[in-house]
């Protein structure tokens, strides 16, 4: 069969060409839709890959220039649309897309499944704000529901230990993105209550793309959540992502440590509360201290010692003296004590003077313990009244009370006047002031 | 709550300790029962060693909670 368009032999290179030119002249300003598959980025920085469907399979390329465009790494197994025009490779005889922007697809189907679902739960009441319930402020026992190999666990840890060491934690393991994470996530949440194992709850992952977050919105989380009588802090990816176990949370946090530090405010606070009373108290006790130097510093030093050595050089004297008296007095008592023994002396061999010897002695002591007891006393009532009569005097002083404003009326023989009954009219009379005396005629 | 009750004294004993009319030996007094209360305090916040346990079963077989083996890493 003879074909008009190439009269004669051509070359690979020439086909190839014409190939070329026909396809990039026919194929450009494309956008497909595939699933990536065998992405490898090069070491030049190009990305390669090829998009595919259930019927096939086409090469693609991403050129270098064109990433800063696209705000994520793809993987395979990504439902991506790109757009771009078809490229022909002729060393190798091969076409593939060459790639200008990639976006993830699917992301506007989950996105309005999720919103749809919102709306069916906010009518059912689930995010209700009366049936949240407020955080324990002083958590004993706190359960942690995520990956127990997670990065997010981690950093509840961590924050929890340094913030709140006296916290308790339990660790309820669960599955947190792909098959079956949603069931082990709500079952966890479900055992918690049943079994009472902690008295707040975290639900936390790390980041992760929508997908990844997707068994947080799943319906059996949000009712375990909803569910949960015990209070529930949700910390699911960072600060943009959401799902929709954060809106039937008791509090939504950010993120996993974000939930951590919710869960140990009360414990912060309280530090910080106690630090600060502290503080005061301790200024509190110093002024007071303080108060008391100075208010000391009104006693002259030098003259109360000098009243305490007089009063106790006269307290030593009539120690002495009483000691003496008390020494003469035993002194006879013995010799007249030995005069009767003497007298009855065998008749009375078991009334031993030894014993009464001792009890006599014992009886000097302790009298010279209560004078100098008495002494003591004494000493101290003097200080007291030091002190009281010079408080005293300051508020019995006139002249404070005239510095006040007050001042003092006399008559004629210089008398007080203390009432208006007292004066005629027409006396003469004076009025003392702070700075000194005036005269005055009383009128009426 | 034990915390509350004991920082409320603390708050208390600051409160007569500003009071121009408690005396000095009753405000040694208070202080060093407010300084009680405070070590009390800093020691339930700071120096209690946590628990950290791990849930494991299911709830048709039953729940145990066992000591977590963890390697609790930065600290």
């Known amino acids: 069969m003879q074909n008009d368009l190439f009269p004669q032999d051509i070359t690979v290179g020439e086909l190839t060409q014409l190939i070329k030119t026909t396809l990039e002249g026919s194929f450009y300003g494309l956008k497909v839709t595939g699933e990536i598959s065998n992405f490898r980025p090069a070491s030049t920085g190009h990305w390669f890959f090829a998009l595919k469907d259930k019927d096939a399979v086409i090469g693609a390329v991403m050129f270098k220039n064109a990433l800063w465009r696209v705000g994520f790494i793809p993987k395979d197994g990504d439902k991506v649309t790109v757009t771009g025009s078809i490229d022909v490779y002729p060393p190798r005889g091969t076409y593939q897309i060459k790639c200008d922007s990639m976006v993830i697809t699917g992301n506007g189907e989950i996105l309005a499944l999720l919103e749809e679902r919102k709306r069916q739960f906010d009518a059912l009441g689930y995010f209700a704000a009366e049936h949240k319930t407020s955080l324990p402020l002083y958590p004993k026992k706190v359960g942690i529901v995520t990956s127990p190999t997670g990065a997010a666990l981690q950093d509840i840890l961590q924050i929890l230990g340094r913030r709140a060491p006296s916290l308790d934690v339990v660790i309820l393991p669960a599955i947190v993105q792909g098959e079956g994470a949603a069931s082990t996530i709500a079952e966890r949440i479900a055992e918690a209550n049943l079994f009472g194992l902690c008295d707040v709850l975290i639900v936390a992952r790390g980041g992760g793309s929508i997908e990844d977050l997707l068994p947080f919105s799943e319906p059996c989380v949000v009712k375990a959540v909803y569910d949960s009588e015990i209070p529930v802090v949700s910390g699911v990816g960072h600060e943009i992502d959401w799902a929709l176990c954060d ?23 309280l530090r910080e509360a106690m630090n600060g009373t502290k503080e005061a108290m301790d200024q509190a006790i110093a002024a007071k201290i303080g108060n008391a130097e100075d208010a000391l510093g009104f006693v002259n030093p030098t003259k109360l010692s000098q009243t305490m050595t ?26 007249e004590r030995g005069r009767h023994l003497d007298q009855i002396k065998g008749k009375l061999a078991i009334a031993s003077p030894a014993s009464r010897l001792k009890a006599e002695t014992s009886m000097t002591e302790r009298a010279g313990i209560l004078l100098s007891a008495a002494m003591r006393t004494n000493l101290d009532a003097l200080g007291n009244a030091l002190l009281l009569a010079r408080s005293q005097l300051s508020a019995l002083n006139p002249l404070s009370i005239l510095k006040r404003g007050y001042s003092v009326t ?12 007292d004066l005629a009219t027409g006396e003469n009379i004076g009025i003392r002031f702070q700075d000194g005396e005036r005269k005055a005629i009383v009128e009426e | 709550m034990a915390f509350t009750t004991d920082l409320k004294r603390v708050q208390e004993i600051t409160e007569k300790l500003n009071d121009q009319g408690t005396d000095l030996e009753e405000s040694i007094a208070l202080y060093e029962e407010g300084i009680k209360l405070v070590k009390g305090l800093e020691k339930q916040l700071d120096e209690a060693k946590r628990k950290v346990e791990i849930a494991s079963g299911s709830i048709a077989d039953g729940v145990s909670v066992t000591e977590a083996d963890l390697k609790e890493g930065r600290s």
């Open chain 1, 310 to 335: 007089r009063s106790i050089s006269s307290w030593e004297y009539q120690l002495a003296n009483a000691a003496d008296g008390l020494d003469h007095a035993s002194k006879f008592f013995f010799s």
């Open chain 1, 410 to 421: 006399t008559d004629g023989k210089g008398n007080i006047i203390t009432r208006a009954a």
């Open chain 1, 247 to 269: 809106y039937a949370a008791d509090l939504r946090a950010p993120t996993p440590s974000a939930a951590a530090e919710l869960v140990s405010k009360g414990y912060v606070e």
